[in-house]
């Protein structure tokens, strides 16, 4: 087998992780947000070295079957609200009031949309009408819009519409803005949650079409033997040509709950909430009797759109999320310092501060081992911004500043998952992302839970999850009270489909496994029931009154997957450990405290903190009462005593 690569791109580090026949290799990298092929290149010459000996990108890739992709910058875009000014074409002089239906949607049109609407006559004078949509774009374009969505009541006035911006603004003029027709790109009867939908998919769309044609490119010059695959929210992998910017919401996250699904399998877990804890942001999902929650009709934001998602909520609260004085009270983030300039620490020009700034602070990060050694941090420049911009103004000494901070950081990441927590103590948080193990035990704590699990991939836990994706495809009709008849015309269509879609990846239909279903939806978009349908339709395509049906077709090729096997530690041994390190305790005294490598310990081996563990690329704060345990596979597992 030759090598599979998976990359998951962060607001602040990009992760690399390469399966081969033997082993897993990874390593991260600064994410260069002006440029992402940067740092996707980078990234892959960083594992190179690790992987064949020399830092040399071209070998590596030649001998790669498949490189898989996710990111979190549409996450992250949408998250601090960059990106594109949207403008809308619309012939319903409510639209406003039907898409603003609550605080969130209001809150989120305002900022994305805001004033640039632009309500048409859509009349049937072919002339009229084309006159009518000249100006119409004329005027939103002054307005400053910069990408279009065209939302019009009804699908064959829609298509008129396009046929006229077909005609009038050629899409290969220099100066034509880029539009989405609502109809074309969700079929959905749910008026609300297909313009939500387009609105979102049109804000989301540069900011990954930039760098992916890019990064194909030069990874074309590379002769690449396959195309860059996009990994997405649903768990699948689609080339970039087939890929659509909303299903890549969330889409790391994704990679780090099917990793944690193996990850509850592996070890018998009934319930784990995961929190991946990036630079931007902390993405919390769960994992409940091995079944990976997700929505029907997903949710981005907190706005209801009209894609099957997996519950991903992402909080801006990570790592370069930046601390404020705000009325006397510590606030945290929404917005991030990302990796330019990154936190005061990394030497950047940062002048803000972050928890990464606290924690090297506090003594909990080394300052010559960050990034396995690849960065050093400078801890005088954290002293700088933090009693400038956090002491100073709150009248406090720079320790009890730290304090503060940290116990602010862990309330605002326990409040991403608390409420998804079992009352009868089941729940296992699991940890990963940079931030995680350094946050985890600190906001398990504050939420109620009592079991802790940090993987040994935790730097790089999402790249790994993408390793459990396959090439997938879903097909979709709403057959609601259709004859056989009907249906069949559908299912051919389906098949027709779905044999050029997995031509165009390289895979013939007959070497695919194929999954008809039969769903019942629910008035709230919601899933009643799911039926197979292989051989005709079950006898239930009469729903009830609000509820519709929908024939499903998956066409999934299987890739390789990696195998994770583990038991259960037994603590049987003492965990042994070479150094130690002045860290700031609650009680504002500094103490020594044992610092355990993580690689260098054997299964079942164990202790009690306040302990820091030192993982590949992470590092793991153990507080007062907490007991820690290592598995025969290198995980963590962290239960509190208090």
């Known amino acids: 087998m030759d090598y599979l690569i998976n990359i998951d791109n962060g607001g602040t580090l990009t992760d690399v992780c390469v399966a081969g026949e033997e082993g897993i290799f990874y390593t991260k990298t600064l994410t260069t947000p002006t440029d992402l092929s940067e740092c996707f290149f980078t990234g892959i010459t960083q594992a190179a070295e690790d992987v064949i000996g020399e830092a040399d990108p071209t070998a590596l890739l030649q001998k790669t079957d498949i490189i898989r992709y996710s990111s979190t910058q549409g996450t992250n875009a949408l998250v601090e609200r960059k990106g594109p000014a949207i403008g809308i074409v619309t012939d319903d002089k409510d639209f406003r009031e039907q898409i603003r239906f609550d605080e969130t949607t209001s809150s989120l049109f305002d900022e ?28 939103l374009t002054t307005a400053g819009a910069e990408r279009l969505v065209v939302a019009v009541t009804d699908e064959a006035k829609e298509k008129a519409i ?29 008026r609300s949650r297909r313009l939500w939908s387009a609105i979102l998919n049109t804000f989301l769309h540069p900011t990954l079409e930039r760098f992916l044609y890019s990064a194909e490119h030069r990874l074309r010059a590379q002769k690449v033997k396959n195309p860059l695959l996009i990994y997405r929210n649903d768990g699948a992998s689609s080339r970039v040509a087939k890929s659509v910017a909303l299903k890549t919401y969330s889409s790391g ?4 709950l099917e990793g944690t699904r193996a990850l509850a399998e592996a070890y018998g877990i009934p319930h784990v909430l995961m929190i991946d804890v990036g630079g931007t942001t902390t993405d919390v999902g769960a994992v409940e009797d091995l079944r990976i929650a997700s929505d029907r009709r997903g949710r ?17 609260v990570g790592g370069s999320s930046i601390f404020r004085v705000v009325d006397g009270q510590i606030q945290v983030g929404p917005d991030s310092v ?81 409420e998804q927590v079992r009352p009868d103590g089941s729940t296992t948080l699991a940890a990963f992302g940079g931030g995680g193990p350094m946050s985890a035990c600190l906001a398990a704590r504050a939420a109620g839970v009592r079991q ?26 709403d057959v609601t009270g259709l004859s056989e008849a009907e249906v069949e015309e559908f299912r051919k269509d389906f098949l027709d489909r779905a044999e050029r879609y997995m031509f165009q990846e390289g895979y013939a239909l007959k070497d695919c496994t194929l999954t008809w279903s039969l769903i019942v939806e629910n008035a709230d978009g919601s899933e009643g029931a799911r039926y197979r349908a292989d051989k005709g339709l079950p006898d239930v395509n009469r729903p009830s009154e609000g509820q519709r049906t929908f024939l499903d ?40 405290i044992p610092v355990v490598v993580l690689e260098d310990q054997a299964p079942n081996a164990a202790g009690m903190g306040p302990a820091i563990i030192e993982g590949p690329f992470f590092t793991a704060r153990v507080p007062e009462d907490w007991e820690f345990v290592f598995s025969d596979t290198g995980d963590l597992l962290l239960t509190d005593h208090a």
């Open 452 to 477: 802790v699990l940090v993987p040994r991939l935790a730097a790089v836990f999402s790249a790994y999850g993408i390793s459990f994706s396959d090439i997938a495809q879903n097909y979709e009709a």
């Open 300 to 316: 981005v934001g907190g706005v209801p759109i009209s894609f099957e998602l997996s519950d991903v909520r992402s909080k801006g």
């Open 338 to 418: 990302g990796a330019a300039p990154g936190p005061a620490c990394f030497g950047f020009g940062g002048t803000e501060a972050t928890i990464t700034d606290v924690n090297l602070l506090l003594g909990i990060l080394n300052p010559e081992t960050y990034l396995n050694g690849a960065m050093r941090l400078d801890p005088e420049r954290s002293k700088q911004v933090i009693e400038k911009n956090i002491a100073g103004p709150l009248s406090i000494d720079l320790d009890e500043a730290l304090l503060r901070l940290e116990k602010a950081h862990a309330k605002k990441i326990a409040e991403t998952f608390a």
């Open 553 to 592: 077709l998956e066409a999934r090729h299987a890739l390789p997957h990696p195998e994770l096997k583990a038991t259960l530690p037994t603590a049987d041994d003492k965990a042994t450990s070479e150094s130690v390190r002045t860290v700031l305790g609650a009680d504002g005294q500094r103490m020594d």
């Open 112 to 139: 994305l949309v805001g004033e640039r609407v632009s309500v048409i006559d859509a009349v049937d004078d072919v002339e009229k009408l084309d006159a009518t949509v000249v100006q119409a774009v004329n005027t």
């Open 253 to 256: 996250p994704r990679g780090g």
């Open 162 to 190: 396009k046929r006229i911006f077909l005609r009038r603004f050629p899409r290969h003029l220099l100066g034509s803005v880029p539009v989405l027709f609502s109809w074309e790109f969700a079929p959905d009867s749910l």
